[in-house]
């Protein structure tokens, strides 16, 4: 069982940065692929980024391809998603989401792939 938390969610204004943050519980952390969902009112979550679970892999959502970054320190449990360069577009509802992988640069885009998911933390850009 694995129990994830996201933070760093808040308001800030368009053009602005925020980086969110995802503590795992758990010991075997590093054998799962994380993810980072988000959903908008009346909308379907949809995927924004993925990491492999020993990093060496990611994967971005063509709206958010080079304003993202998704990284992990296993070492902390945690997995982060800095946000550059933020959009009214990307006013949401963020989820991290984890599932354990064979592989080490296994990584899942399908929101159906993962098995533990947070409480979500809001982001809200303001233009």
């Known amino acids: 069982q694995v129990q994830l938390v996201e933070s760093g969610g808040g308001l800030v204004q368009a053009g602005d940065s925020l980086r969110l943050s995802c503590v795992a519980s758990?010991?075997?952390?590093?054998?799962?692929?994380l993810g980072w969902f988000h959903q908008a009112p009346g909308k379907e979550r949809e995927f924004v980024s993925a990491?492999?679970?020993?990093?060496?892999?990611?994967v971005y959502a063509d709206s958010v391809k080079g304003r993202f970054t998704i990284s992990r320190a296993n070492a902390l449990n945690t997995v982060y998603l800095q946000m550059n360069s933020l959009k009214p577009e990307d006013t949401a509802v963020y989820y991290c989401a984890a599932v354990s992988q064979a592989s080490d640069y296994a990584i899942s885009r399908g929101e159906y792939e993962y098995a533990y998911w947070g409480q979500g933390t809001q982001v809200t850009v303001s233009s």
């Open positions: 758990g010991r075997t952390f590093s054998r799962y692929a």
């Open positions: 990491i492999s679970a020993n990093g060496g892999k990611t």
